[in-house]
């Protein structure tokens, strides 16, 4: 009995020092010019949709829900948000080569179709960033436009 004692005491005095370990959060001020909304003329309904299901994880601007504060959950997003951007980041696609705006338009359609993004882990919380079907099919038209567009 003694033995679990200390365990539970070595746990929940790590689990009391991790909090104070701070991690990179992902907030800019503005909307940069490179911005994908600033690049094209998006929809409003388009929009509104890659803010809520797509920015969190694929822009320089997270919102952060209460529980981000504690690790390490901390951590898990911020690793996470780190890996998303790294795919594709909406606020820099202005930088990005026509090329490669191709690949990530045809990248975006993909998986959406395939039901690929938003993750599961994300839409298990983030009940508004599920897509629905009529959500898909504007959203496939209108990437396969703006692939279009670029050839």
């Not at 701070?22 to 309904?45: A, H």
């Not at 998303?84 to 026509?98: A, P, Q, R, T, V």
Request: glycine residues 4%; proline residues 4%; charged residues 25%.
């Amino acid at each position: 009995m003694k033995a679990i004692k200390i365990i539970a005491i070595i746990i929940v005095t790590a689990l009391v020092g991790i909090q104070f370990i701070p991690t990179e959060r992902n907030q800019i001020e503005g909307n940069p010019l490179t911005d994908f909304r600033n690049v094209y003329e998006v929809p409003d309904t388009i929009q509104r949709r890659l803010e809520v299901s797509c920015y969190d994880c694929h822009s320089n601007n997270t919102y952060y829900p209460w529980y981000s504060n504690l690790q390490p959950i901390a951590w898990f997003l911020e690793t996470h948000i780190k890996e998303g951007k790294s795919e594709l980041n909406f606020n820099e696609w202005g930088h990005y080569s026509d090329r490669r705006k191709k690949s990530k338009l045809r990248s975006i359609i993909k998986q959406v179709k395939n039901n690929e993004m938003p993750l599961e882990s994300y839409t298990f919380i983030h009940g508004d960033a599920v897509l629905t079907t009529n959500d898909k099919k504007r959203l496939i038209i209108y990437m396969n436009k703006l692939q279009d567009s670029l050839e």
